[in-house]
């Protein structure tokens, strides 16, 4: 069974930074893309990066563009999201997410497997 | 990058059907088959139903079903059951590469 566990989560103050990982295991890493989506408090789901299977492509919305960077390291099957310039409007759980498309780039089809999350909060 | 937009709440009684409804614009729902719907149930993290405007994901149900027409996507519960009661999303590709979600559906079995 695929399995995904994120950490690096935790309290910061605003303009902090914070890396987060996420550990992957039992699926060919590098072939999907990976993304993050992250969940403040009792709100919705909030897509927030995405790098292609073979790390040459990143995606970002507006909110969080020139703020975060994506990365994978395909021989550890870790995914990183380095958080700069951290708001309080960052706060959130977030959750690292496998593409159901295995062409390595295409991810807005879908994501099939979900870690569990981990919270970041950010204090102002 | 605005959020679709989701009805707050649905709701129904077992063995109905409820529908749904996920507006966006010409800019991502209207114009990109990459529609996918997630069911997320508290405390859990969200999961698969629906993807590519009405496929299925294996191992799902086919009382979940999902269509679009114009700017909307739906999603259709049938035969309404009690572990059915989550919060459902909707997402859609968007223009310049990016991902879009919906606000989130309550959806309460009566």
């Known amino acids: 069974e695929v399995q995904l566990v994120e950490s690096g989560g935790g309290f910061v103050q605003d303009g902090e930074s914070l890396r987060l990982s996420c550990a992957a295991s039992?699926?060919?890493?590098?072939?999907?893309?990976m993304s993050w989506v992250r969940q403040a408090p009792g709100k919705g789901l909030e897509w927030v990066s995405t790098?292609?299977?073979?790390?040459?492509?990143?995606y970002y919305p507006d909110s969080v563009k020139g703020r975060f960077t994506i990365s994978r390291d395909n021989f550890k099957n870790t995914v990183y999201l380095q958080m700069n310039n951290l708001r309080a409007e960052d706060t959130a759980l977030y959750y690292c997410?496998?593409?159901?498309?295995?062409?390595?780039?295409?991810?807005?089809?879908?994501?099939?497997?979900w870690g569990q999350g981990t919270m970041v909060t950010v204090s102002s | 990058q605005s959020a679709l937009t989701q009805p707050a709440s649905v709701s129904g009684s077992p063995g109905q059907s409820i529908t749904i409804s996920c507006t966006g614009t010409?800019?991502?729902?209207?114009?990109?088959?990459?529609v996918s719907w997630y069911q997320q149930h508290p405390g859990k993290a969200p999961k698969l139903m629906i993807y590519?405007?009405?496929k299925w994901p294996s191992g799902v149900s086919s009382r979940f079903s999902a269509s679009k027409s114009g700017n909307t996507a739906s999603l259709t519960i049938s035969g309404l059951r009690t572990e059915d009661e989550a919060v459902y999303y909707c997402?859609?590709?968007?223009?310049?590469?990016?991902?879009?979600f919906g606000g989130g559906t309550q959806v309460t079995v009566l």
């Open positions: 997410a496998k593409a159901f498309d295995d062409s390595g780039y295409t991810y807005e089809r879908g994501f099939d497997f």
């Open positions: 039992q699926f060919v890493f590098n072939t999907y893309a």
């Open positions: 790098v292609s299977g073979r790390g040459d492509g990143t």
């Open positions: 010409s800019s991502d729902v209207g114009t990109y088959k990459s």
């Open positions: 590519d405007v009405d």
């Open positions: 997402s859609s590709q968007a223009r310049r590469s990016t991902l879009v």
